[in-house]
């Protein structure tokens, strides 16, 4: 009963590099996945054929209750709303305020792309919520470039939080911040995937911070999922 199944996902670039070999996966709502490898063993590829930002060459995604209906673009912006994306490098717009950030996770939700202005008193109140959740409200107006690394990365996954997803992609999501910083933004992504039932995939390189949050560690190196495994399992010689 995943929420999200992945059969035969596979990628090789127009390169020629294999970058993620044929692999099955299935996710179920409120766990919290950790895709743990070093870098360049393929865990951005996996999440990025999930939302289709890379076409996978071989096999198919499932999400539950996916849109089939419609154009490809209008099933695509529903997959991408549905499978909602938080970037390493949360990608804000410094001179913009924290809440207009948030507001263009709503970009995609709209039934037109033709304007961007004005938002809605209910897609304010939507921003303004998702804001709320991440610990951000007083700092609602602020410049994004006025926040420090691990608060821009909590407007990053309001933004995300802001279209209501199923599932919540995490590329890297603490790798550019200290330690302390780190934990306490893994943190606050745990009790939201718990407190809502979303489907978390995280990707990471640290073992540590691996074993003290996910539900389950799926390995990969080179391009491979070499286990998958509850966090508990892990071997303690990894
Ligand atoms: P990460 O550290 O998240 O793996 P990288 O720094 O490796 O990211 O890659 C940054 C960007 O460059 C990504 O968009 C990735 O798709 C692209 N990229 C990485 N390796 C190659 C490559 N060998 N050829 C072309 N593009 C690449
Ligand atoms: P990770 O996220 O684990 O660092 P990636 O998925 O970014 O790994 O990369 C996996 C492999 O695919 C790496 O060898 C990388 O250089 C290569 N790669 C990534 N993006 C591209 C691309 N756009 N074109 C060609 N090769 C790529």
């Not at 996770?105 to 202005?117: D, Q």
């Not at 999922?225 to 892990?234: S, W």
Request: net charge positive.
């Amino acid at each position: 009963r995943g929420v999200l199944t992945l059969r035969g996902v596979g990628v090789t670039y127009p390169s020629g590099m294999c970058a993620l070999k044929p692999a099955d996966l299935s996710f179920t709502p409120g766990e919290f996945a950790v895709l743990l490898g070093a870098s360049g063993a393929g865990k951005s590829t996996l999440l990025r054929s999930i939302n289709q930002l890379v076409q996978p060459s071989t096999g198919s995604v499932q999400l539950q209750g996916a849109v089939e209906q419609g154009s490809r673009a209008a099933r695509l912006r529903a997959l991408r709303r549905q499978c909602a994306m938080v970037f390493q490098q949360h990608h804000l717009i410094g001179r913009q305020t924290v809440l207009s950030n948030v507001l263009l996770g709503l970009v995609g939700s709209r039934p037109s792309l033709a304007s961007l202005w004005p938002w809605s008193k209910r897609e304010r109140l939507l921003a303004l919520g998702a804001i709320e959740r991440v610990g951000l409200l007083d700092k609602a107006m602020f410049r994004a470039d006025m926040l420090s690394g691990g608060q821009q990365q909590r407007v990053g996954i309001a933004r995300a939080l802001v279209q209501s997803p199923q599932v919540l992609l995490a590329d890297e999501p603490v790798a550019s911040l200290d330690p302390a910083t780190a934990h306490s933004v893994l943190s606050l992504l745990h009790g939201i995937c718990k407190n809502d039932g979303l489907t978390a995939l995280v990707s990471l390189h640290q073992v540590d911070l691996a074993k003290t949050f996910a539900d389950r560690i799926v390995g990969l190196r080179s391009g491979e999922v070499l286990f998958d495994v509850p966090a508990p399992d892990l071997s303690p010689d990894l």
